[in-house]
Structures are given as C-alpha cells and as structure tokens.
C-alpha cells in the first residue's frame, strides 16, 4: 500500500507546521521532502531552524527516520522535478505543495518557476496507474484582482504578480479537478497566529506605518489563524471523501486593523483615506505604492465566503476573531515596537530641520 507523503515548502510557515503533523499520522510511513539543498546538513539546518523558529516541537532525531530529502531547486530547476520523482510514483500516495515564491512586487511573469512546478506536480498526481491526493495552497487574496475597482496602474498592492499566480493556481487546480484530480486546493486569509513570520507579512508593515505616523484609515481585512489553517487541513488529508475541493478557512467576519492597533497606541488618530494618502506622500512618498485610490472600495466589495472542512468546529470563531489573539501575535507587537522607534526617528529629523 502506499504510504508515502511528498511535500514542497516544507520550511515555510505552513510547510514546517504540516511536515511536523504529517510525522505523527499513521497512516504514513515516509515523508519526502522536495529541498533546494543539495546536502543532508544544510537541509536538516533548515528544518531545525525553521521548527525553533515558529516554536513547531519538531524532534529533529526522530523525524531524520522517517523523513527522506529529493534534492530539487524549484524556483531553477523545475524540470528535474519529474525524473526526480520517478522512483517513487508507487510509494507516494499524497503531494502536498505549500511551496511558492511569497514576495511582493515582482511580475506576474516571476512567478513562471512555479507554475511550471504546479503543472508537473499536477501532472504527477494525475497518474492514470497511480494516482495521487494533491493538497495546494493558494491565497483569498487571488478573488481581488477581479474586483472591478482595481485601477492596473495605481492599485499595485493588489494586482501585482503574486495575486495574479494564485488567481490562475486557482482556476488551473479547479480545472485539473474537473478533469478527476483529487485532493483540495486551501485559500486562506492573511495567516496569523502568535509566533508567525513577523515584519516579512505586509499586514504588519502597515501596521507598522500607522504607528509610525500616529495616523490611521479604517482598514478591514480577512484573517486565518494558523491553527484554524492547520485544523482543517489535517481533518481533509483525514477525511478526503467529505471535504469540499476548495476550502477557504477565513474568519467569517472582518477585523478593522485600526481598532486592534489603537488598544497598542491610544493616541492613533482615525483619518479618512484620502487624508490619509495625502500624509503618506508628504512623509512616506516610497510607500504610496500600497496605499492605491481604490484600497477600502476592494476591500469592502470583495466577498468573503468562509469554507470550512464539515467536521471542523469553528465556535472559537464563530462571531469575531478574538481580540486578544491579535494582541498575542508577535507581528503585531513587533511592528508596533518598530513604528514607536521610526516615530521618534521622524520627530528627531523633523527637528534637525527645524534648526
């Protein structure tokens, strides 16, 4: 019987998490790991420090006996995936594919690495003698660029090339599954929880700027907690039969990102957007970019539309995200830390010029 999992992004956030759940299922033997690494210390360095990281309590000697290394650099060498993979089309029963290039800013066209890489795992998947369960992580953020508010020229924090690869990650897996692929594609919402990859997510940069400037917009957004993530993801490689093929497991509701900074830092002031963009461009100009015309006209216009694995109990959530959880979230306090710091920087150069 096979009994083997392959996974990609396997020291990302979600990746260490699911590698680190994938070792106590029982019902696999083998993990496999797709890594850039071309050695075995590097890779385990890798994991190690990833797992310390995110606080994953990951037994780096334990996993070493049941997890094996396909040394692959997708974001280069995409096409020794398949050969790579060959020796092991019987073994493996499920492909995870959390891996993906996640910054911001770049061209659609950067991300051609992993569309090729999504194509070949897929293709390896749909094997007609030994067919596979793909699980693939995409992003709710993919459903704003159809927004027809998006100005292409001016809204660039939404339109840029990462929305655009998981816009067609979405459309090309839900293809691939009307033509019988198995398995379930994730879009979640910003990924948060309380140790998470800090100043790296956008979200906290721009939290970091309110506080910075001590001048804030009414900002909504939508959130998944990595263990709401993580829950539902082990209950669909648990039960495949009764999950939907696409699962968004988002808070039902939207956060206003002002409300939980202002319990941080009373004295952030509440102004409308376009007063807001104007302070942006008199003291951030570089930062503009993200601030588009259209930003709290997407936001409010594109649907949110939770789905939940039908065993996953989301009482926890059920209302409201929790305030309390966002003040734990170590992004959120380090980015306030960081926007006290950069005041100061500015009162400092403001006063330098005064002289």
Excluded at 313 to 326: A, C
């Amino acid at each position: 019987m096979s009994r083997s999992a392959l996974i990609t992004g396997s020291t990302g956030y979600i990746g260490i998490r699911v590698l680190y759940d994938l070792l106590r299922q029982k019902t696999v033997d083998r993990v496999l790991c797709v890594s850039r690494h071309k050695d075995q210390e590097a890779f385990w360095s890798s994991i190690e420090s990833q797992a310390n990281k995110f606080q994953v309590p990951l037994n780096v000697s334990e996993a070493k006996a049941k997890v094996g290394m396909v040394s692959v650099d997708l974001g280069k060498n995409h096409n020794l995936l398949l050969p790579a993979l060959e020796q092991y089309t019987q073994s493996v029963s499920t492909v995870h594919h959390l891996a993906c290039d996640t910054t911001y800013g770049h061209p659609f066209e950067h991300f051609e690495p992993w569309i090729n890489c999504t194509k070949e795992l897929t293709q390896y998947c749909m094997d007609p003698k030994y067919p596979k369960h793909m699980y693939v992580t995409g992003s709710y953020g993919h459903h704003l660029v159809d927004n027809p508010h998006v100005d292409r020229k001016e809204d660039f924090y939404f339109i840029n090339g990462y929305f655009q690869y998981k816009r067609w990650l979405s459309k090309y897996i839900q293809n691939k599954m009307d033509e019988d692929l198995k398995g379930t594609l994730f879009e979640p919402g910003y990924i948060i929880g309380p140790i998470d990859p800090g100043q790296n997510y956008i979200f906290w940069r721009i939290a970091r700027m309110f506080v910075a400037l001590g001048y804030a917009f009414k900002y909504q957004m939508s959130f998944t907690p990595i263990e709401m993530m993580i829950d539902n993801y082990m209950l669909t490689l648990n039960h495949p039969d009764t999950s939907p093929r696409v699962m968004s497991p988002i808070i039902p509701k939207r956060l206003y990102i002002h409300e939980v900074i202002q319990k941080l830092v009373p004295d952030l002031k509440i102004v409308d957007y376009e007063e807001f963009r104007n302070i942006i461009k008199q003291i951030m100009p570089k930062r503009l970019k993200y601030f588009g015309p259209n930003v709290p006209l997407i936001m409010e216009t594109t649907e949110l539309n939770a789905t939940f694995h039908p065993l996953y109990d989301n009482t926890r959530f059920k209302e409201d995200i929790p305030m309390d959880y966002f003040l734990n979230c170590t992004g959120l306090t380090e980015a306030v830390k960081l926007g006290l710091e950069d005041r100061q920087n500015l009162l400092n150069m403001r006063s330098k010029v005064a002289k």
